[in-house]
């Protein structure tokens, strides 16, 4: 991103957040380029203090709120930086069982020795 599209992509950023339907709980981490904003919904915390990330946009509100993309902000940054890297199937694996993905790298970096 160029710096006149991180000047462009913050005011645009900063728009958004002014826009008086936009929920007052949701804490801003990232805009999403489209319109949205990837957001920690701090009014649903679980029983460790772990809010969603939601993506809220103007038009939210007339689908039923901000739609959830994350149960929490670890499993939210882990995705994308899988997706970013083009590995989801490792994304996937530790998702479902990070000890077992664990192990087997393990086992496979021992069998290397």
């Known amino acids: 991103m160029s710096g006149f599209e991180s000047v462009a992509a913050l005011v645009e950023l900063f728009g958004l957040r002014e826009d008086p339907s936009f929920?007052?709980?949701?804490?801003?981490?990232?805009?999403?380029?489209?319109?949205g904003l990837i957001s920690l919904d701090m009014s649903?915390?679980?029983?460790?203090?772990?809010?969603?990330?939601v993506s809220w946009d103007p038009?939210?509100?007339a689908r039923g709120g901000p739609e959830q993309l994350a149960e929490d902000f670890g499993t939210y940054v882990l995705r994308e930086c899988a997706r970013a890297l083009g590995r989801a199937s490792v994304s996937n694996r530790l998702l479902r069982g990070g000890d077992e993905c664990i192990g087997s790298n393990t086992v496979r970096s021992e069998e290397r020795s």
Do not use: F, K
């Open 59 to 61: 038009g939210s509100d």
């Open 23 to 35: 929920p007052s709980h949701l804490l801003v981490i990232q805009y999403d380029g489209m319109g």
């Open 44 to 53: 649903d915390r679980d029983a460790h203090g772990e809010a969603p990330v």
